[in-house]
């Protein structure tokens, strides 16, 4: 084996022990398709962000590198969004870096550097790391039966009016599960979510 092709996926390695050192709430995913590793703070703060957007389907951590100006790059995510679009992106400070930028055109893929102040904006983030605490806990079909012919009958509810729904599990438990797996929706920018935040069927 020749040594340089032992080398390739140095870069990759490396990212994938510096990320698996690191240990960021919350813990749990809904669309991540393999494991889900972050090299930082902000990079996991973006991957709350991909599980609330209705237009990713799939995202992966640390998925590839690629060739850049500056050496062999790793982006935070790969992401597959329902139009079929496919983009490399990363978690950065204030602004994407051209030469990364360019690399990755070069390598034939698309890619956003997103900065810090996009992900934090408005209530999105808190919202999402809130619904997140949840993602590994389940709806049972009971509850997400009357649920859901609560919100068909009256159009919309509020949270406060659809506490008493679940009898199997903690209101906000079966909410949140029922928000991520694109059940329900609800509004995620303008506040944080609260009694009277109204929920609606998920519309595709």
Same mark, same amino acid.
């Given at each position: 084996m020749s040594h340089s092709h032992i080398e390739e996926p140095a870069a990759l390695y490396a990212a994938y022990a510096e990320a698996s050192s690191q240990l960021f709430y919350p813990r749990g995913t809904v669309r991540c398709s393999a494991d889900a590793m972050f090299r930082s703070r902000s990079a996991r703060d973006l991957g709350c962000l991909l599980d609330v957007d209705p237009n990713v389907v799939a995202w992966l951590c640390l998925p590839l590198e690629f060739q850049c100006e500056t050496g062999s790059h790793v982006p935070d995510f790969l992401v597959d969004y329902e139009d079929g679009e496919r983009t490399l992106l990363d978690a950065v !400070?204030?602004?994407?870096?051209?030469?990364?930028? !360019?690399?990755?055109?070069?390598?034939?893929?698309r890619y956003r550097g997103i900065p810090r102040r996009e992900v934090t904006d408005g209530c999105r983030l808190l919202n999402a790391r809130d619904l997140l605490r949840y993602a590994n806990c389940r709806t049972p079909l009971n509850d997400r039966i009357r649920m859901l012919s609560a919100i068909e009958e009256a159009g919309a509810l509020t949270v406060a009016e659809c506490l008493g729904i679940f009898r199997e599990v903690q209101p906000m438990t079966g909410i949140s599960w029922m928000v991520l797996h694109r059940l329900i929706a609800v509004e995620l920018d303008e506040a944080m979510i609260g009694p009277e935040t109204v929920i609606r069927r998920f519309q595709r």
């Open positions: !400070e204030d602004r994407e870096l051209p030469s990364i930028a !360019e690399g990755a055109a070069l390598s034939g893929f």
